[in-house]
């Protein structure tokens, strides 16, 4: 079976020389494969006619086509398309009552669409995209006998009651208004604000307006306003944005609880997250944008063990060119490395606010991950560093060249990416180095000519990484470059900036929540506490294992490695594991 995508936002043919068109080899001849649709202004392809050479593909500057060739088989479980030449979805997960089914796989391969139609905002369409409003009849019908249709003829007769967060938590100040606590008493169906509440930690503002929330407590307000109300399945859409460790796994264990007695089905990038709190693991593979197919259910050890492996044996489909791998044991430990910049005591006040950062150096080669709760001064660490704070107590006088990318990414920038990278990055953005190293891993080149403003949140991270490590710097000071990125990107981000380090000889300072990531880029550890929003305390760098140890001993968990990928998994608490590593102090995990 072969399908042809055009990303209707990237097709400009006002903008081109129409190539698409005039390559086209059966197009040369007579045949009608390529047409610019009177309606949309965009480009459409037969795929009855393109006899898949690639030269469209290829040609176009926009890098607005796909044609892709997939199963015959995969025909038949045709679920859901958009439009011609549209994203399509294959086949569905089943919730199920008293476990939490996990959803994971990159964006942009259908995992919102899926729990769009299994909350019933969306009906499919079975492929009949030109039909305006799909009925609910020739679903049932399609599923008749199967697991899948018991659930949906429940859903489609208003049997079911669902309760969904949505992905995008930041938007929710242009929706609603007020304070957390009317809002939640508003949606408070069963009476449980105050047990929720004090599950997730929201005392500390429940009498805040919700337009003058942070992202992490905007997260759990969304959170908690899912769970209160009185629903049978409960959708929960990257539930771990925006939180730290700790309140992410605050987070994890309530949701848990609650798939212990409904149905719940979770969309998670954090692996080490997803592996605590789902029990089975539907894997989504595909192309971005382009399609997605739900692989079966999996137990979540061999669902995420399979993800980071790249090939689901069964179907016999490699979904990754390469396999994602950690290391046995924590990275460089001892080696001598030059001294970047040394720095003694620093202290920053605000007001209600004081951070303390003990005394630390930086080495050349050497990243440095930066962990710790929320509101704890990481990201006015980093601005001392960068030059953009100046410390109350104590400087930073190294002359050191410093490329920072903030916490918060915004796409300000009129023009593509093409002009922003010259702008920012200069020459070196066009070299055969940069393009291998940093552009190439983390899929950059394809939206090169891309406006700045219609990119979407992980692929303005992606840029911003880029840049960050295009500058010329002798160190690099990088805020949460995970956030909005999913699994694979992670990895790849994470992968592309030890690499960069050690081959320039160059310093890197990551501040992020995700272990999974922390693990596989750092070499040593600065670790943050104090009370969030009153006072923290910077403490490091430390080598690999005692940071670690140090930092998740304040978390108050253990992680072990798995047997096969080497990964880091949470020991459940009060396990067997989890007390004999607390027992020898080894947090990290255990050693063998």
């Known amino acids: ?31 009608e494969v390529i047409w610019i649709d009177q309606e949309t202004g965009k480009s459409t392809i037969s795929e009855e006619t393109c006899i898949a050479c690639g ?20 025909k038949e479980d045709l679920v859901h398309q958009f439009s011609k030449n549209g994203f399509r979805l294959f086949r569905l997960p ?46 049932l019908e399609y599923f008749a006998g199967t697991e899948l249709h018991n659930y949906l003829e429940k859903l489609a007769d208003g049997g079911l009651k669902t309760s969904m967060k949505p992905q995008y938590v930041d938007k929710l100040p242009k929706v609603v ?157 001892g080696w001598k490395a030059t001294t970047l910049l040394h720095y003694d005591v620093l202290e920053k006040r605000y007001e209600g606010f004081h951070l303390k950062v003990e005394p630390g150096k930086l080495r050349k080669g050497e990243v440095v991950g930066v962990v710790g709760p929320n509101a704890t001064g990481k990201t006015t660490f980093v601005k001392m560093l960068a030059g953009e704070e100046a410390p109350t107590v104590g400087e930073v006088t190294a002359e050191w060249k410093v ?5 918060y990414v915004e796409s300000k920038y009129e023009g593509v990416v093409r002009d922003l990278f010259a702008a920012a990055v200069g020459r070196k953005a066009e070299s055969n180095y940069f393009e291998a190293e940093v552009l190439s891993p ?17 692929e303005l991270q992606r840029v911003a990484i880029a840049i960050c490590l295009g500058r010329d710097a002798d160190s690099y000071l990088i805020d949460e470059p995970s956030a909005y990125l999913d699994s694979n990107q992670r990895m790849e981000a994470a992968k592309t900036i030890r690499r960069v380090m050690e081959k320039e000889g160059k ?64 020991n459940k608490p009060d396990s067997r594991l989890d007390r004999e590593q607390k027992h ?3 947090y990290y995990y255990a050693l063998t």
């Not at 990237?10 to 197009?27: D, G, S, T, Y």
């Not at 391969?109 to 969306?122: A, D, F, M, N, R």
């Open 1 to 31: 079976m072969r399908i042809a995508v055009v990303f209707k936002d990237r097709c400009h043919p006002k903008r081109c020389n129409l190539e698409c068109i005039a390559f086209c080899p059966p197009q040369r001849t007579g045949s």
């Open 55 to 74: 030269i469209c593909v290829k040609k176009c500057p926009f890098d607005a086509i796909r044609i892709i060739g997939l199963p015959e088989a995969l």
């Open 94 to 139: 089943v919730p199920k009552e008293g476990q939490a089914v996990g959803l994971l796989g990159p964006n942009g391969v259908g995992k919102t669409t899926t729990v769009s139609i299994l909350s019933g905002e969306l009906v499919p369409n079975l492929g009949q995209y030109r039909k305006k409003k799909p009925q609910w009849g020739p679903v």
């Open 177 to 333: 208004s007020g304070k957390v606590k009317d809002l939640l008493e508003k949606v408070d169906e069963g009476d449980q604000l105050d047990v929720v509440g004090e599950e997730l930690g929201l005392s500390s503002f429940m009498d805040r307006d919700v337009k003058h929330l942070s992202g992490g407590e905007l997260q759990r307000t969304a959170i908690a306003a899912t769970m209160l109300k009185d629903a049978d399945v409960y959708f929960f859409d990257e539930p771990s944005s925006y939180l730290d460790i700790n309140q992410r796994l605050r987070v994890a264990r309530t949701i848990k609880s609650l798939s212990e007695r409904k149905q719940v089905v979770v969309i998670e990038h954090d692996l080490a997250i997803m592996d605590f709190l789902a029990d089975v693991v539907h894997i989504i593979y595909g192309s971005e944008g382009a399609y997605g197919v739900l692989a079966q259910p999996r137990p979540v050890r061999t669902a995420i063990n399979v993800y980071l492996e790249g090939y689901l044996r069964e179907e016999n489909m490699r979904f990754r060119d390469r396999e994602i791998r950690f290391e046995a044991s924590p990275p460089r430990t």
């Open 403 to 407: 490329s920072y990318k903030p916490q």
């Open 442 to 458: 983390l899929k950059v080149r394809g939206l090169m000519e891309r406006e700045v403003t219609t990119l979407s949140g992980g």
């Open 507 to 570: 310093s890197g300072l990551i501040v992020d929540h995700d272990v999974y990531f922390i693990d596989m880029v750092s070499d040593s550890i600065i670790v943050f506490s104090g009370e969030p929003g009153v006072s923290g305390l910077a403490q490091g760098p430390f080598p690999m294992r005692e940071g670690m140890n140090r930092f998740l001993e304040q978390v108050g968990i253990t992680f072990r490695r798995d047997n096969e990928t080497n990964r880091p998994r949470i």
């Open 584 to 586: 020898a102090g080894e």
